[in-house]
């Protein structure tokens, strides 16, 4: 989950502060950046010479990040923003772009009542409950390891031809849902990866493909890590 900030690629159309205000930061005043807090949401009592001077460091910090898009890679999973419906910095159309941070299709975007910028701070308990289902659900989990041996099986077709990496990426895509988890007792001493890893290229080589697992199940146990058991 994201809350309330732009995509990673913003800061090379950004300075620091943002949408908010082109100004480089180092041009900006005290006062500048205390009209951005109470933009933002923040208490009056609480915008003091500390907060502001950490802020003003803090938006240095964004603007000296460069994105090298030529190594930067999707996370394996799917994602979510969260943004406050009362957030008045975040620009709205920003927050498209994290839908090339993800590599699942589907990007969603949450609005949090009663917040503005700092969604964390003003609903602790509606962000604690949304992140707990983002990630504490088994089948979430399953989706992500899948999702991490898909993409590391269509890699190793990288040399093969346009012809044979689709059909590959359609058998190992469809063995996912084919196979469904693995039941708790199998190879409790195996890593959870390197098991649906298993599992997945066992599939292919019963499906007519030269990409298959090798050797037996119980020989990956000595070298892994026991797999959740709930999955």
């Not at 409790?188 to 997945?200: D, H, I, N, S």
Request: charged residues 20%; hydrophobic residues 40%.
């Amino acid at each position: 989950g994201v809350g309330a900030k732009e995509p990673p690629g913003a800061p090379s159309r950004y300075n620091g502060l943002g949408a908010y205000d082109d100004t480089p930061i180092g041009q900006l005043s005290d006062s500048a950046l205390e009209a951005f807090l109470r933009a933002s949401g923040a208490e009056p009592s609480s915008i003091t010479p500390a907060v502001i001077g950490a802020l003003r460091a803090d938006c240095q910090l964004y603007e000296d990040f460069t994105l090298d898009e030529a190594t930067a890679k999707p996370l394996p999973c799917g994602g979510t923003v969260l943004l406050g419906r009362q957030d008045g910095v975040t620009a709205r159309a920003d927050l498209i772009g994290w839908a090339d941070a993800f590599e699942e299709d589907e990007l969603h975007l949450q609005r949090v009542p009663d917040s503005s910028h700092h969604i964390f701070a003003e609903q602790p308990e509606l962000i604690a409950a949304t992140l707990e289902k983002l990630v504490g659900g088994p089948e979430r989990q399953l989706r992500a390891v899948n999702m991490s041996v898909a993409q590391q099986f269509k890699l190793d077709l990288a040399q093969r031809s346009p012809t044979t990496q689709a059909t590959e990426a359609k058998k190992i895509d469809s063995s996912f849902s084919l196979l469904g988890p693995p039941c708790a007792f199998v190879a409790k001493g195996v890593a959870f990866e390197q098991l649906q890893a298993y599992r997945t290229g066992n599939f292919l080589y019963r499906s007519g493909s030269a990409h298959g697992s090798k050797g037996e199940l119980g020989a990956l146990a000595a070298q892994a890590q026991a797999y959740p058991v709930g999955l």
